[in-house]
């Protein structure tokens, strides 16, 4: 049974923001300080990528444990209440972002996920978005771009 009156509960849920959150602004502002230039949210593109490096054709997707269903993360827990409606927003969730990814990589893009709980290591993202995002140059001259 839910605490929050049903006011109360929508008033909170409102609040929860898809762009511009605490991780993905972490994950902008390491991209940034590591040298790479991005665009945001571009709506051409599908799943509408939270960070986009065109040139390099790679994406980032910086996800909610919670609402994306980090497996096996503590923050991926799942209601008590109002069961069947929560496993099917969840569900929906997995689903949409598993068909944008797999458009993407059809389409040519690499796309990283960033979850939530990896941007409070700030040492280890930083490595990891620097391994992602490095310059392929070695590829480009193999074959010839």
Request: overall charge positive.
């Amino acid at each position: 049974m839910d605490i929050l009156a049903p006011e109360q509960r929508s008033r909170l849920m409102s609040r929860i923001r898809g762009k511009d959150t605490g991780p993905e602004l972490k994950v902008r502002q390491l991209a940034h300080a590591l040298g790479f230039r991005f665009r945001l949210h571009r709506r051409d593109l599908p799943g509408s990528p939270d960070l986009v490096f065109a040139s390099r054709r790679k994406v980032i997707f910086v996800h909610g444990c919670y609402w994306h269903r980090h497996p096996g993360c503590r923050y991926a827990y799942s209601p008590k209440s109002n069961v069947e409606f929560w496993q099917a927003k969840f569900a929906a969730n997995t689903a949409r972002d598993q068909i944008a990814m797999k458009a993407l990589e059809e389409a040519g893009w690499q796309v990283l996920v960033v979850w939530e709980c990896e941007t409070r290591n700030a040492g280890a993202l930083q490595t990891r978005l620097a391994n992602f995002l490095k310059n392929d140059m070695a590829k480009r001259i193999k074959h010839g771009n």
